[in-house]
């Protein structure tokens, strides 16, 4: 079928503003019930138009009787043109959002197409996103063309309308940062479990993997650390800290203050307190600077935590009489109060194993050092 001029001109339309074609139409007929209402008369309810797709023939009825005057194509077209355009805005609009909606949680790239009193406008393409104060990271500097990456964080209603607000502060964001960079992530192998941040300055993230052979750390950090690194180029050079997360919530509060290394944690579960022990060397390190690393934890783990220095105890080799023995391996062992090799001795392999700080390739060395000082 040939299609005609005014069937053309309308897919056009309804292409380039991105709505139904159905949905200018109706724009249409409404604006041909205005005008007729505003030379004629009549009600609203008893009045409606029908416009033909192809032919763009258009009448009126009044209680389905056909009242279109003459030459009421001409009249009605100048004075439906407002309203059509009007209409049309809002269609589009509606579209637009409708569009972003669905965005919502994703990442999206754009340029800063304006700063006005505060609030940063960034476009989008279809549209504009609005990153008010609050979503902004306080150590950053906005300028104009600048081109960035936004989280489209919420629709919601303002002064003018609905709204597109835009984040660079909230922690999803780090999130989807690294689900575009982590291949894992985005097909779900690695999960991101808990994550806590303070714009600018640090990010915790606590990391999972459903396929025991795909280790989530280091899936984030990457070979030479190239995926962290990029999601910190984003950032600006904020601090990022990749554990692992865990179902132990005391293995879990250690490792949430990583980079220290935690020598025991005890749980009040009644308060949902932890008191933490740390050696002496490693406490300005757990606490972070103002308080940061284990107000992090706190944040990301849900606990209250509590953090005191310990007794760095340290066994020399030589008390153990097993020369060649890692540091390592002698703390974990004095910390578990053996100081005898002949307990060690009697200590079975997965007894071994269930001492702190005490793997596999400790209890491989362990073993090679008895044995070569039988």
Same mark, same amino acid.
Request: charged letters at 35%.
């Given at each position: 079928?040939?299609?005609?001029?005014? +069937?053309?001109?309308?897919?056009?339309?309804? +292409?380039?503003?991105?709505?139904?074609?159905?949905?200018?139409?109706?724009?249409?007929?409404?604006?041909?019930?205005?005008?007729?209402?505003?030379?004629?008369?009549?009600?609203?309810?008893e009045l409606?138009?029908?416009?033909?797709?192809?032919?763009?023939?258009?009448?009126?009825?009044?209680?389905?009787?056909?009242?279109?005057?003459?030459?009421?194509?001409?009249?009605a077209a100048?004075?439906?043109?407002?309203?059509?355009?009007?209409?049309?805005?809002?269609?589009?609009?509606?579209?637009?959002? %409708?569009?972003?909606?669905?965005?919502?949680?994703?990442?999206?790239?754009?340029?800063?197409?304006?700063?006005?009193?505060g609030l940063?406008?960034?476009?989008?393409?279809?549209?504009?996103?609005?990153?008010?104060?609050?979503?902004?990271?306080?150590?950053?500097?906005?300028?104009? *063309?600048?081109?960035?990456?936004?989280?489209?964080?919420?629709?919601? %209603?303002?002064?003018?309308?609905?709204?597109?607000?835009?984040?660079?502060?909230?922690?999803? #964001?780090?999130?989807?940062? #690294?689900?575009?960079?982590?291949?894992?992530? +985005? *097909?779900?192998?690695?999960?991101?479990?808990?994550?806590?941040?303070?714009?600018?300055?640090?990010?915790?993230?606590?990391?999972?993997?459903?396929?025991?052979?795909?280790?989530?750390?280091?899936?984030?950090?990457?070979?030479?650390?190239?995926?962290?690194?990029?999601?910190?180029?984003?950032?600006?050079? %904020?601090?990022?800290?990749?554990?692992?997360?865990? %179902?132990?919530?005391?293995? #879990?509060?250690? *490792?949430?203050?990583?980079?220290?290394?935690?020598?025991?944690?005890?749980?009040?579960?009644?308060?949902?307190?932890?008191?933490?022990?740390?050696?002496?060397?490693?406490?300005?390190?757990?606490?972070?600077?103002?308080?940061?690393?284990?107000?992090?934890?706190?944040?990301?783990?849900?606990?209250?935590?509590?953090?005191?220095?310990?007794?760095?105890?340290?066994?020399?080799?030589?008390?153990?009489?097993?020369?060649?023995?890692?540091?390592?391996?002698?703390?974990?062992?004095?910390?578990?109060?053996?100081?005898?090799?002949?307990?060690?001795?009697?200590?079975?392999?997965?007894?071994?194993?269930?001492?702190?700080?005490?793997?596999?390739?400790?209890?491989?060395?362990?073993?090679?050092?008895?044995?070569?000082?039988?």
């Amino acid at each position: 079928m040939v299609q005609t001029e005014f +069937a053309a001109a309308l897919n056009q339309v309804a +292409a380039e503003r991105g709505i139904e074609p159905k949905d200018v139409l109706e724009t249409v007929e409404a604006a041909l019930v205005s005008a007729y209402r505003k030379d004629y008369g009549g009600d609203i309810e008893e009045l409606r138009a029908e416009i033909d797709p192809e032919t763009a023939e258009s009448k009126v009825f009044k209680n389905d009787e056909d009242v279109t005057p003459a030459g009421f194509g001409r009249i009605a077209a100048q004075t439906a043109k407002q309203v059509i355009l009007q209409r049309i805005r809002e269609s589009e609009k509606k579209a637009v959002i %409708e569009e972003y909606q669905q965005k919502i949680g994703e990442i999206m790239s754009g340029h800063i197409f304006r700063l006005e009193k505060g609030l940063v406008i960034v476009d989008l393409g279809r549209a504009q996103g609005i990153m008010p104060p609050s979503e902004q990271v306080r150590q950053e500097e906005y300028q104009m *063309n600048q081109r960035l990456k936004v989280l489209v964080a919420d629709v919601r %209603e303002g002064h003018r309308g609905p709204e597109i607000i835009v984040s660079r502060a909230r922690p999803e #964001f780090v999130e989807k940062l #690294f689900a575009l960079e982590v291949p894992e992530m +985005a *097909n779900g192998i690695v999960q991101v479990e808990q994550i806590a941040r303070e714009p600018g300055e640090r990010t915790k993230v606590a990391v999972s993997s459903s396929q025991e052979n795909v280790d989530p750390v280091g899936s984030c950090v990457g070979q030479k650390g190239v995926r962290v690194q990029a999601v910190i180029a984003e950032l600006g050079s %904020e601090k990022i800290d990749i554990i692992h997360h865990s %179902e132990d919530t005391e293995k #879990f509060i250690a *490792n949430s203050l990583s980079p220290a290394k935690v020598i025991e944690v005890k749980l009040d579960r009644e308060k949902k307190q932890a008191r933490v022990e740390v050696f002496e060397d490693q406490l300005s390190l757990a606490i972070g600077k103002g308080g940061q690393n284990v107000r992090l934890a706190a944040k990301l783990t849900g606990w209250k935590i509590d953090i005191k220095g310990g007794e760095d105890k340290k066994l020399e080799a030589g008390d153990l009489k097993l020369e060649g023995l890692s540091t390592r391996t002698t703390n974990a062992l004095a910390r578990a109060e053996i100081t005898e090799i002949e307990k060690i001795r009697e200590l079975s392999e997965k007894e071994l194993g269930e001492i702190k700080g005490i793997g596999s390739k400790a209890i491989e060395e362990i073993k090679n050092r008895i044995k070569n000082n039988e």
